[in-house]
């Protein structure tokens, strides 16, 4: 039996997807624990490209079983469609495929008041989020009004949706948000309902149940450790717990029995939407890494902002996740550039300092401390066996381990399955 999590060291977009789908050869379990269809996993097999945002990328490796754990926040609409993607492309979804009962259900009033809240604030207050419902659905679940998949099988849903509804137009109207149509719009929700109906269960006991069984589990994170809403550059982070303690709370496994941490990072940074990003960088170098790393939004096709390698950020995240070892991923992008840059530390108010800290206005005012290394004499690109990485990028990696604190497993050199390889010792052995 294993359980591992995957999680993002950055502001997501790490690759996780791909790197999901690397280490799902031998699960026998994914589970999505938090976030809802704001993410967006990329994986490129053969000739094939698929987007998913809600259902785990392990979905695409035949016979293996997808969760979508109580932590996640659900559109049903979105699900139908992205189910429906897969069933087209010849994907088997019967038996293998299951929705908590206590996840809960991102209601069309929730992307209205995301888009809203978010055309109404000014340029100080702006988050910048994908406009998916994420926040408000969550906001529901604290403040304990929200509707769960569970409440999707109940008879009395039509009522409960229309009465949710009708309150919650009064609300948007009073906001200056735009309302929504009542009939139509909760026969949208009906419609969605019944169709992920069988996919519903009570998948807390399902996981119980596989790991008493000696079954392998992967916590698959989505966005990243900067992006949690508690450990992140809070408030422009969003509204779940990204990092991997949110896989016991969002699944329902316990923490003790989760038994390991694979830290995802890109081999630099990049961060979409709003607020402070340190090694960000505006100039040509910023522009050649958002073009040859095609940095653009998944899920909302806006362009990401991208910088150095944020060291100070990867040994925050290592702290916070506990983790075991690294994935480094697009390391090709960095091919071709003469001098790569990595910041170990920050300069606050004249003092180098070598924790983020907590603010977002004294985040903002930190400055990056850049330690240079040299560039590639040959590219990675096309590299499958470690060995063969130029001497330059494995010492980039070495410095990459020492500077966070944990150890590169894994290296990636571009979308495709064939494009990943192991470093020899880097995956340190449990047990
Ligand atoms: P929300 O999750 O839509 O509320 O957005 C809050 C912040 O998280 C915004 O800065 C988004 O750009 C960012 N965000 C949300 N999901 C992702 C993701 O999957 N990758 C990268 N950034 C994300």
Redesign the pocket.
């Known amino acids: 039996m294993s359980t591992r999590v995957i999680v993002g060291g950055q502001?997501?977009?790490e690759g996780k997807g791909k790197i999901v789908d690397v280490l799902t050869q031998d699960a026998h379990v994914i589970v999505r624990y938090q976030g809802g269809n704001?993410?967006?996993h990329t994986v490129v097999i053969g000739d094939q490209k698929f987007i998913l945002h809600l259902i785990p990328s392990g979905i695409l490796r035949d016979g293996k079983i997808c969760v979508l754990g109580n932590g996640v926040v659900l559109d049903p609409v979105g699900m139908v469609k992205e189910i429906d993607g897969l069933l087209a492309r010849g994907k088997v979804l019967d038996g293998r495929l299951f929705i908590s009962d206590r996840a809960h259900i991102v209601l069309p009033y929730h992307k209205e008041e995301d888009a809203g809240a978010e055309s109404q604030a000014d340029a100080a207050t702006k988050?910048?989020?994908?406009k998916?419902g994420?926040?408000p659905a969550y906001t529901d679940k604290v403040s304990r009004k929200g509707l769960r998949a569970g409440d999707l099988l109940a008879a009395d849903l039509k009522e409960n949706l229309t009465t949710r509804f009708i309150q919650r137009n009064e609300r948007l109207a009073a906001a200056g948000m735009t309302t929504l149509p009542v009939a139509e719009t909760v026969e949208v929700i009906l419609a969605a309902a019944k169709r992920l109906a069988p996919f519903i269960a009570d998948t807390t006991v399902m996981l119980h149940k596989a790991i008493r069984a000696g079954e392998n589990v992967v916590f698959e994170g989505?966005?990243g450790t900067m992006?949690d809403v508690d450990h992140g550059t809070y408030p422009?982070?969003?509204?779940s717990n990204a990092s991997a303690g949110g896989a016991a709370s969002g699944s329902g496994v316990p923490p003790n029995r989760i038994q390991e941490v694979v830290g995802v990072v890109k081999a630099y940074t990049t961060r979409?939407?709003?607020?402070p990003f340190p090694t960000e960088l505006s100039d040509e170098i910023g522009k050649h890494i958002a073009t040859v790393g095609r940095e653009v939004g998944a899920?909302t096709g806006r362009p990401r902002r991208c910088g150095w390698f944020d060291a100070v950020v990867a040994r925050y995240a290592m702290m916070v996740n506990g983790v075991d070892w690294w994935t480094v991923t697009k390391m090709d992008v960095l091919d071709g550039l003469k001098v790569i840059r990595i910041c170990t530390a920050y300069e606050l108010d004249g003092k180098v300092i070598e924790n983020m800290p907590s603010r977002v206005e004294d985040f903002a005012r930190c400055k990056p401390v850049y330690e240079d290394m040299p560039g590639w004499s040959r590219p990675t690109l096309g590299v499958t066996r470690y060995e063969d990485l130029p001497d330059e990028a494995k010492s980039y990696l070495k410095r990459l381990e020492k500077l966070t604190g944990a150890p590169v497993g894994i290296v990636s050199v571009g979308p495709r399955r064939e494009e990943t390889m192991e470093v020899p010792g880097g995956i340190p052995r449990k047990g």
Not at 272 to 275: A, I, K, T
């Open positions: 502001w997501g977009d704001n993410a967006g988050i910048g989020t994908t998916r994420i926040g989505a966005q992006l422009y982070v969003t509204s979409v939407g709003e607020g899920t």
